[in-house]
């Protein structure tokens, strides 16, 4: 157990130190300031602002979007559907499956429906096709939240008056450290997935302006730096990979503290 | 044994969950204010009685419910009854408390917030009002804004209690609502129970005999299901007519 642990914390540090010393020459304030340059990418000037920023447009937006899906179905599933009905099985299964298709999968699965409408690479194309990878994701984490929420509780608010409606708010109320770990694990998964963006959202040295507009994201942006032969452009990959990373902590932070916050309340 | 007015008669009752026969042609009548309690050994269903009367036993699957329930006359499981009406008409406490997330305050005004009352000044009045029902007043009074989850379990469960009574009810359901409690908030709840029968019809689920003798006015008795005995508190446990309620009694079964 000790050895595996071990094994566990080194590979983080190593990661870590891999990106870092690799990264670290690249990183500068330019880097994360400005949209490339012409001859970005074979080591001119310029930073990745526009990856920065899409991907944030992309994350917020189909975790958002992701939120308003999973939230009634998972209240629908947990508390207006009765206890293990089929209903709720069937969908419990749905995302079990739709949670294990790789997300290059959504990616194709999204290109062939822009294919069909005759759409070209946007950012609301990356935003629907990323909601559709996290979807699974979210709602079978809360829902998991949500069914560990005493019997006791929604009893408690039944026999109040309240109504199913009432005694959902109450539920979510008091799931809300283990919904914000959901939502973060959404979070990271959309921020970091370079598949479903591939083909949906496509890549562009410009921030986009309008939801029909392409969109660079940091995972392809590291890709593509990555596939590069020049030192330079390499390095400026890892640097990327430190913002993803830090990125990711700074978000795992906030909700540790907000969670802790919101549960003031919770016995 | 049957009364001329009761607050709630049991007709014909039979529950199955899942293919088992979990309660058997009950009929009981619940008296107006007094204390009925149920006793039996774990599994005979007293639980399951107890939730079928304000209809939380509808949430599972697979749950069959034939029969009545006459509240005031009025049958809950009728087609077209609001069950959250009937719900709000009677007052749970479980065996464990379980405050809302919400604080001390907001506790208390959930009930009757859902049910119309938002001025402050009225709430003000009603949480004061409870928590010095339930002799929590002078305990919390400087930290209603605080958690609930610093208070002591006895002093949740009295919180509940008051956030239960708050709704107004005319009746008070308890699950063994003091098996979670250590003996000094036991006796606190239970000298609860004996101002609130003033005003309230009680119905308890306990396992314990001493409890249902110090609170109750009348037993019921069931086992596997079924209703043995029922009547008043002295005659079901000193002069037991059926030999199953004897054997329990003096502690052959449990």
Redesign the interface.
């Known amino acids: 157990m000790i050895t595996a642990t071990v094994i566990i914390a080194s590979s983080l540090f190593a990661i870590l130190w891999t990106i870092v010393s690799k990264g670290f020459s690249s990183l500068s304030w330019d880097l994360i300031s400005k949209v490339p340059d012409g001859g970005f990418y074979i080591g001119k000037s310029g930073g990745i602002l526009n990856a920065i920023i899409g991907s944030i447009y992309i994350t917020i937006g189909s975790t958002i979007l992701g939120l308003c899906i999973s939230i009634p179905v998972v209240l629908y599933i947990n508390v207006y559907a009765?206890?293990?009905?089929w209903f709720a099985n069937i969908t419990r299964l749905t995302f079990d499956i739709l949670f294990g298709i790789p997300s290059i999968v959504y990616g194709a699965f999204g290109f062939a429906i822009m294919v069909y409408f005759g759409l070209r690479t946007s950012l609301l194309a990356g935003i629907l096709t990323v909601t559709l990878l996290i979807i699974p994701i979210l709602a079978r984490a809360m829902d998991e939240v949500l069914r560990l929420t005493?019997n006791?509780?929604?009893?408690?608010?039944?026999?109040?008056?309240?109504?199913r409606w009432?005694t959902s708010l109450?539920l979510l109320?008091?799931s809300?450290p283990g919904n914000l770990t959901a939502i973060l694990l959404s979070f990271g998964r959309a921020i970091g997935d370079a598949a479903t963006v591939l083909f949906t959202a496509g890549y562009t040295d410009s921030i986009p302006t309008s939801l029909g507009q392409p969109t660079a994201t940091l995972p392809l942006s590291i890709f593509f730096q990555l596939s590069s032969p020049i030192d330079e452009v390499q390095n400026r990959a890892y640097g990327a990979a430190v913002i993803l990373t830090v990125i990711v902590l700074i978000l795992s932070l906030a909700s540790k503290y907000f969670s802790k916050k919101f549960?003031?309340?919770?016995? | 044994m049957t009364f001329d007015s009761p607050h709630i008669r049991v007709k014909d009752l039979n529950v199955h969950i899942g293919g088992n026969h979990i309660l058997k042609n009950i009929n009981i009548d619940i008296p107006d204010k007094k204390v009925t309690s149920f006793i039996g050994p774990s599994g005979c269903g007293k639980t399951t009685l107890l939730k079928t009367l304000?209809r939380?036993l509808d949430?599972?699957?697979d749950v069959k419910i034939d029969g009545q329930v006459l509240l005031d006359g009025q049958d809950i499981y009728a087609k077209g009854v609001e069950v959250?009406?009937i719900?709000?008409k009677?007052?749970?406490l479980?065996?464990?408390p379980?405050?809302?997330?919400?604080?001390i305050y907001d506790n208390i005004a959930?009930?009757p917030r859902?049910?119309g009352t938002t001025k402050k000044k009225d709430l003000d009045i009603i949480v004061e009002k409870y928590l010095r029902g339930v002799a929590l007043w002078d305990e919390v009074k400087d930290r209603l804004k605080g958690?609930?989850?610093r208070l002591s379990i006895g002093q949740?469960q009295r919180l509940?209690l008051a956030?239960?009574l708050a709704?107004e009810p005319e009746i008070i359901?308890g699950d063994e609502p003091t098996s979670a409690l250590d003996p000094v908030s036991t006796q606190r709840i239970e000298e609860l129970f004996l101002q609130l029968k003033d005003q309230y019809t009680l119905v308890l689920v306990t396992h314990i005999l001493r409890q249902a003798r110090r609170v109750s006015d009348y037993i019921v008795f069931l086992y596997m299901g079924e209703i043995i005995e029922f009547g008043p508190t002295e005659e079901v446990l000193l002069h037991p007519k059926e030999k199953l309620t004897q054997e329990y009694v003096k502690g052959y079964i449990s």
């Open positions: 009765k206890k293990n009905s005493p006791e509780l929604s009893d408690a608010t039944y026999s109040l008056g309240g109504t009432e109450i109320r008091q809300v549960s003031k309340y919770k016995i | 304000n939380l949430r599972n699957t959250t009406d719900r709000q009677m007052g749970l479980s065996q464990r379980f405050p809302l997330p919400m604080s959930y009930g859902l049910h958690s609930p989850a949740q509940c956030r239960g709704v359901l």
